[in-house]
């Protein structure tokens, strides 16, 4: 008879608390910890999970350990916090978007305690967490990956291992390059559809079937119509990754102008107050072309 793998999850955020249900829909979930501790604590009575004040109290409870955090110091922090008390053959699964250096970083430090790291980032928005439908990117060892299968089946739909530590977030980034493309072009095609006096509503029924269309322009354009964007993706965090994705690049020497674009308006909409919105704000600053030609009009 198999043995259930016990799952410990850190980060309790827009995607990591959906996540964390999902564990606990299949049966996985042991125990929780966020830097909040209200959240963790309000999970634990909702699941019947232990909540632990200290990271390192995680440890000792889990075969895998989850991790979802904003930035590269911070999986850091959390991995050095539990290497002390980590057992020998604990899988730990990060699914923050880092850089592949500090995803080979972990994976070394880790495997210097006799445990293993997969830098598992996802795509797929807050819906994706809620529902478990993820598309989960693996970096790291295969045999850890196999033995993971459990729990990243728990959390998404397509899991592919792209090989050794750092090519899960080399995958990431490159999804992270087409997110930017796709929001600067449904931007600017709203934009423009707004200036030609179109029902919105309508096309955006009709478009979202249509050749244009992707997962963004479904789930993120109705933003656009209702002048509202929760966030789903922050715009200071697609900022943080696609720094990460430019000092990618500048590796290979090249710079790459959508990448560049993206952080230059993506600075101005966090300098206009907007950087905790979804980025589907983005069209603000493409409404205000329009806006700006119409009130230049003689």
Same mark, same amino acid.
């Given at each position: 008879m198999?043995?259930?793998?016990r799952?410990?999850?850190?980060?309790?955020?827009a995607?990591? /608390?959906?996540m964390?249900?999902?564990?606990?829909?299949?049966?996985?979930?042991s125990?929780?910890?966020?830097?909040?501790? @209200?959240?963790a604590?309000a999970l634990?009575? @909702?699941t019947?999970s232990?909540?632990?004040?200290?990271?390192?109290?995680?440890?000792?409870?889990?075969d895998?350990?989850?991790?979802?955090?904003?930035?590269?110091?911070?999986? /850091?922090?959390v991995i050095?916090e539990l290497?002390?008390?980590?057992?020998?053959?604990t899988?730990?699964i990060?699914? $923050?978007t880092? $850089?592949?250096?500090?995803?080979?970083?972990?994976?070394h430090?880790?495997?210097?305690?006799?445990?293993?790291? /997969?830098?598992?980032p996802?795509?797929?928005?807050?819906?994706?967490?809620?529902?478990?439908?993820?598309?989960i990117?693996?970096?790291?060892?295969e045999?850890a990956? @196999?033995?993971a299968?459990?729990?990243?089946?728990?959390?998404?739909r397509?899991?592919?291992?792209?090989?050794?530590?750092?090519?899960?977030?080399?995958?990431?980034?490159?999804?992270?390059?087409?997110?930017?493309?796709?929001?600067?072009?449904?931007?600017?095609a709203m934009?423009?559809?707004?200036?030609?006096?179109?029902?919105?509503?309508?096309?955006?029924?009709?478009?979202?079937?249509?050749?244009?269309?992707?997962?963004?322009?479904?789930?993120?354009?109705?933003?656009?119509?209702?002048?509202?964007?929760p966030a789903?993706?922050?715009?200071?965090?697609? @900022?943080k990754?696609?720094?990460?994705?430019?000092?990618?690049?500048?590796?290979?020497?090249?710079?790459?102008?959508?990448i560049?674009?993206?952080?230059?308006h993506?600075?101005? /909409?966090?300098?206009?107050?907007?950087?905790?919105e979804?980025?589907?704000?983005?069209?603000r600053?493409k409404?205000?072309l329009?806006?700006?030609?119409?009130?230049?009009?003689?």
């Amino acid at each position: 008879m198999p043995v259930t793998l016990r799952a410990g999850f850190v980060g309790l955020g827009a995607m990591g /608390l959906g996540m964390a249900r999902n564990l606990h829909k299949h049966g996985l979930l042991s125990a929780v910890w966020n830097r909040t501790a @209200e959240k963790a604590t309000a999970l634990a009575q @909702e699941t019947g999970s232990k909540a632990v004040t200290k990271l390192a109290d995680l440890a000792p409870l889990c075969d895998v350990i989850v991790t979802c955090v904003s930035a590269d110091a911070d999986v /850091l922090a959390v991995i050095d916090e539990l290497l002390p008390v980590i057992k020998r053959g604990t899988i730990v699964i990060d699914c $923050s978007t880092i $850089s592949a250096d500090t995803a080979r970083t972990a994976a070394h430090r880790l495997n210097a305690a006799g445990a293993q790291f /997969l830098d598992a980032p996802v795509s797929g928005g807050t819906e994706g967490a809620r529902d478990g439908t993820l598309a989960i990117m693996v970096g790291g060892d295969e045999k850890a990956f @196999e033995r993971a299968q459990p729990v990243l089946q728990a959390m998404g739909r397509a899991v592919t291992h792209f090989g050794a530590s750092g090519s899960g977030q080399a995958a990431k980034a490159t999804n992270q390059i087409m997110c930017a493309g796709v929001i600067q072009a449904v931007a600017e095609a709203m934009a423009f559809a707004k200036s030609e006096d179109l029902p919105l509503d309508r096309l955006i029924d009709t478009l979202g079937k249509g050749a244009g269309s992707s997962w963004y322009f479904v789930n993120r354009a109705p933003n656009i119509l209702r002048d509202a964007y929760p966030a789903g993706f922050r715009v200071k965090l697609h @900022e943080k990754d696609l720094k990460i994705c430019r000092a990618m690049a500048a590796r290979h020497g090249v710079q790459l102008p959508l990448i560049e674009m993206t952080l230059v308006h993506y600075r101005r /909409l966090i300098e206009q107050g907007h950087g905790d919105e979804d980025i589907s704000t983005l069209f603000r600053l493409k409404d205000a072309l329009f806006a700006a030609a119409r009130d230049n009009k003689p």
